[in-house]
Each structure stands twice: as C-alpha cells, then as structure tokens.
C-alpha cells in the first residue's frame, strides 16, 4: 500500500480524488491549499502527490517546484481541467511524473498514479544499486 | 512671382479639368444651392461607374445614390457618409467631405466635394473584428474548459461509483449508464472546442491543412446549428502542408460549412475534400442544395452582398474568406457541385517540408 497526498481547492473533486484512490489500496490523504500540504509533507512520509494545476495562490506548477526543493525524488502528478499541450510540456519541463486531464476515469487515475509510483520505486531501487 | 503669373497665363477650364483628372481622389463640384453638378473628375467616374454626360447638371436625388439616400446640408467641412449604387449593382460605402468654392463678389457659389471609397477599410475592418473574436474565443476557452470540467469530473466520477453499486440490466442502471454517456459527451464538446481554440493567435506558420479542417468539422459537428446535415470528409492520404495562420484558414472552412449548411435548410449533405495538385493543396466544400443562380454567380465575393439578408446575412463570409486565402497567397472560387449544388474550392501554396 502507498501512501499518497490528494491536493485540491475543490472539495467535491477532492474526496472524489481521495476515494478512487483509495479503491485502488492506497492510503490517501486529502487537503485543501498548498500550505496544509507541504506542513504535512514535513511530519509525514508519502509515495506520490497529486494536486491539482489550476488553485487559487498557488499553481501546482510552483507547487510542484516547492515539493522538489525539499524532496526530489517524491514523485508528482498534476491534474488539469484544461488539456493543453502549453500545460503538457511545462508540466513535463518542471518535472512532474504524470498529467490527468479533467474529466478523468477511476481507471485513468489509478493507472496514473500506480506508473508514477512504480517509476519513482524503480529509480530509487537503481540508485541504491549504484 | 514670375512663376505665378507664367502659370495664370496656362490656367484655363481645359488646364483645371485636366489637373483635376490626374488626381486619384474622387472630387465633384456642385452649384451652391440648386447642387446641380458642374464638374466631376476621372476618379468620381470610375467610382460611381458613369460617363460624365450621365453626371454633369444632374440634381439630388442623384441617379448614383443607393434607395434611401436624401440630401444633407452642405456647410463650410460637412463630413458626412453615404453609399452609392453602381449602374452594376454594387453598393460603395463613401465618406463626403464639403468645401466652399467662392466666387469673385466673396458670396458661396459652389461646393466641391472630397469623396473617399470606404469599401476596402470596411473590409478590413470587418476582417479584423472576425479574427479579434476568434482569439477572444481562444483566450476564453481554457478558463471555460476548467470551469466546466470540474464539475463534470464529480458527475462522472459519482455516476462510476455508483454504477458500481447498482444491478447491471436493471432500469437504474440503464439510466445511470445514459448520464454517463451524456457527461461524456459534454467532455467531448468542451474538447473540440479547446483544439478549435488552441491556436489564440494570427502567427503564421506551417500547418497540415488536413488538421485544420478536421478540427474545424469537429466543431461545427457539435453544434446545434448542424442538424440534419451530413458532413462528409474526403482528407486523402498523407498530410497537406501549408504556410499560413491556422487560425485565419479555419475561419474560411467555418465560413464556407456555415454556407452550405444555409443552403440545406432542409438536411443534406456537404463533402469536404482534400487534394494535392502539383505546388498547389486544394480543398472543396459542395453541397447537394440548390447551387447559386448563374446572376449571382459574379458577385457572391462582393462584400455585403447577401441573398439572405431577411435571415441576418451579412454578406461578408465570403469576402472575408476571399481576403483571408488571397493573403495567403491562394484563390477561392465558386463553381457548380457535380450534383447541381454550389462548391467552393480553396487553393494554397504547397510546402513540401515543415
């Protein structure tokens, strides 16, 4: 079981993040704004952050900036409610280990989340074995 | 002082006319009062299409002004519009500027009038608000895009829930599945615009026509406007490229399916095709509707003629396309469908490479 950090300022879509996640075996946990979500990234260890592109404050591109300042390896996805290649290619340039494009599938973002995951896994496996 | 009174010695009515008649700009001169015409020059013949004997001691109402044109005062730099009827039927939009001739004694005895064609800045201008209204629509479409997919992501992700829940075959079930269809649909709207409005900018660059037209279909398939017409596509094989602005070149395939689809109030079907001939990439809009009676046939492209004015016709979708696929360094021309429809056709420069 992985754990993973749910951020969205919109509740409906993020408890409905949080429970398709959590169909799929995760234990996840879900915030609000991007403050509540580094503090906890500081008391708590997880596997994968999904947050969304689009929030007020803070865009999860920053964000996305923030969380690697202080833990490289944590892997990102980013969900966006506008699917364009202009999002795609920052997103991918900053680093981010996926991208959903609203409206997605349960299976959609599971699979997205289990490969962010699974890569994150085997980078830090190779890095060990080093 | 020698020089003016050299000329003076040349001035004569044969001197001014001739002066007059190499100046580019229209000018008439009329009586004060009675505004019958004394003088017209070369340039106001070419514009309002008449001969000078057709023009000189005419008076208001002038045989050259459009239905509902009615004298205005004639003051010291009255500016005014107007629009003239060509003996061909054209109607030219002008601006009037009025200027006091006096005569000998100090008293007005004539005016001469400065008379500038408007139709060439209207079309302009008219380009210019179409592709400003596009961009404003790619501007606006992420944010709308945004807005809108996150509630559709809970409905969706709600209904697959519990969809999960209910008895498969039963009637809640079937129901559910609808809403999910229907949902789905809207994400696919909220798609078609997004690529239609990706590129928010008149930037020119190299572009696969092909995409430009599927993307366009894609649009106009999902708009109400489109029922009961059949859109068939004929994109050949391989791509089509193109130098120009993807977003200008859709407003052409948006103008020309808008056309077609007039012209099948009843249903139909309209078939664009693509074809690659020598240096040149062609694409045809034909219809299976009634096709353009043979008088209309040479001044379909005229701005602001219509046949459908009753029904908000502007009469500038084809002049504006016509404008676009010219600055593109292409043609579009109208001929009769293989069925008797109308089929416009759209010719480009080939680029073999990006």
């Known amino acids: 079981m992985s754990r993973i950090l749910v951020i969205d300022d919109e509740p409906v879509v993020r408890c409905l993040m949080v429970e398709i996640l959590g169909a799929a075996l995760h234990d996840v946990a879900g915030v609000d704004d991007v403050e509540q979500a580094l503090a906890l990234l500081e008391l708590e260890e997880f596997d994968l952050v999904v947050c969304d592109i689009v929030m007020p404050g803070c865009s999860g591109l920053e964000l996305l900036g923030a969380i690697h300042a202080r833990r490289p390896s944590l892997p990102v996805v980013l969900v966006t409610g506008a699917g364009t290649y202009e999002n795609l290619s920052q997103a991918l340039a900053r680093g981010a280990a996926g991208l959903v494009t609203k409206p997605f599938s349960h299976a959609e973002l599971q699979a997205a989340a289990a490969d962010a995951i699974r890569r994150a896994e085997r980078s830090a496996r190779e890095l060990r074995e080093r | 002082m020698e020089t003016q009174a050299d000329l003076d010695q040349h001035v004569d009515g044969a001197f001014l006319r001739a002066l007059l008649d ?205 029922r009961g017409v059949e859109i068939e596509q004929s994109l050949g094989e391989g791509t089509f490229l193109v130098h120009g602005s993807p977003n200008q070149l859709k407003q052409i395939f948006l103008n020309l399916l808008a056309n077609a689809r007039q012209a099948l109030p009843n249903g139909g079907v309209v078939t664009l095709r693509l074809e690659s001939d020598g ?76």
């Not at chain 2, 299409?49 to 045989?63: F, K, R, S």
């Not at chain 2, 050259?64 to 005014?80: H, I, L, N, S, V």
């Not at chain 2, 179409?130 to 404003?136: D, I, N, R, V």
């Open chain 2, 22 to 226: 190499t100046v580019p700009t229209a000018l008439s001169v009329v009586e004060a009062g009675t505004r019958r015409v004394l003088s017209a020059n070369r340039a106001f013949l070419e514009l309002v299409g008449l001969e000078l004997d057709q023009v000189l001691g005419a008076t208001p109402p002038y045989p050259w002004w459009a239905a509902g044109e009615t004298a205005r005062p004639a003051g010291d730099g009255a500016r005014y519009g107007r629009v003239y009827l060509r003996p061909d039927g054209v109607e030219v939009p002008v601006e009037l500027a009025l200027h006091d001739i006096r005569g000998a004694g100090g008293a007005v005895t004539s005016h001469l009038a400065v008379i500038t064609d408007l139709s060439e800045r209207r079309r302009l201008e008219r380009q210019l608000a179409q592709s400003g209204k596009l961009a404003a629509i790619g501007e606006l479409a992420a944010g709308v895009a945004h807005e809108i997919n996150n509630p559709l992501f809970a409905i969706l992700g709600l209904v697959e829930f519990v969809l999960a829940d209910v008895e498969p075959g039963s009637k809640s079930h079937e129901r559910l599945k609808l809403v999910h269809e229907t949902a789905l649909e809207i994400k696919e709207i909220v798609r078609a615009l997004l690529d239609f409005a990706r590129e928010s900018s008149d930037e020119q660059r190299v572009v696969a026509l092909d995409d430009v037209v599927r993307e366009t279909v894609d649009l106009v398939r999902r708009t109400s406007a489109n």
């Open chain 2, 279 to 354: 240096d040149w990439v062609s694409a045809s809009v034909s219809d299976t509707g009634p096709g353009i009676a043979p008088d209309e046939l040479p001044r379909i492209f005229e701005p602001f003629y219509t046949t459908r004015r009753a029904e908000g016709g502007t009469g500038l979708g084809l002049s504006v396309s016509l404008g676009i696929a010219e600055a593109h360094g292409g043609t579009l021309t109208a001929s009769e469908a293989p069925g008797g429809g109308a089929a416009f056709t759209l010719r480009l420069p080939r680029r073999t490479h990006a």
